[in-house]
């Protein structure tokens, strides 16, 4: 008898066991139906490019779909700076089904993808984990990064630095440039700068005390945009990239130059993006990189 009704105590743990099981087994296939709904890559596609159209991306560039399916349906976007190996491996093991970034992986054109070369391993590495990888780059810098970068420093009666398009309805182009709420010393205003957009610290070409009225900015490289801000009439132009000779030049010639570096101002595009797909498609899970300078100061 009790051999029996340990056999039976055993059969009920096993049953309870298996219930217990398909209920968790149920349990996450219902959360991940909650927690994933997916989305067309081609339909959030026809959304950024409402946001920033690639007719405003430069003739140089290399925006839109660069690798992945069009049709490859979508729970998870992972947004970051740059398509680096850390990115992509972490958009790998976070399972993103989309990789969104500002700069572009391909600029040239390529003969030949395979893994005898970095951009040959990242882009294996995202078609064989189906990832959808999509750029958004010049055409953002028109429509996106340079109203967010003024819009942080609070210029007012703003206009285009440096005019690409032009119709018969907008003119659009990189950077913005306008007047301040209120006059400040250059050092001042550089300091502002470095706290606006929580740098550790920037460089500073100009004399110090230097009273800046009017302001211009152009995130990621500007040292092409020196002339534009010289035409515009400013004290000051903020960006990143500025070379020695360039920062001597600007000075030489009355324009002070605050270089904030390439991705101080650029990581705008991270918060931007990841509330604009949020407030769009608030059904998906939006994933930012922890990406930070890839530099440091010794």
Known sequence: MEEGNRLQEIEKQRKSQREDGEDREKIFSEEKSVIKPQILCSNIIESLEQLSSPTFAETWDNVGLLAGRRDKPVGRIYIALDATDEVIEEA??????????????IFSPLKKINTDDFIGRRLVKLLGNDISYYVMHTNFDVMGMADAAADEIGLENREVLYMTYEDEIAR????????????????KYAAYIRQVFGLEGVILYGDSETLVERA???????????????????QVLITGDIGHHEGLDA????????????????????????????????????????????FRII
């Open 92 to 105: 790998v093991c976070g399972g993103a089904d989309m990789l969104l970034t500002h700069h572009p992986l």
């Open 172 to 187: 659009e182009g990189i950077g913005r440039y306008g007047r301040l709420s209120k006059p400040m010393l250059l050092e």
């Open 216 to 234: 211009a900015i152009s995130p990621g490289s500007g040292k092409s945009m020196i002339s534009a801000a010289l035409k515009a009439g400013v």
């Open 251 to 294: 000075m030489a010639q009355g324009l002070a130059i605050i270089d904030a570096g390439h991705y101080g101002i650029e990581k705008l595009f991270i918060p931007y993006m990841q509330e604009y797909i949020v407030r769009e498609f608030p059904q998906l899970e939006v994933v930012a990189a922890r990406q930070g300078n890839p």
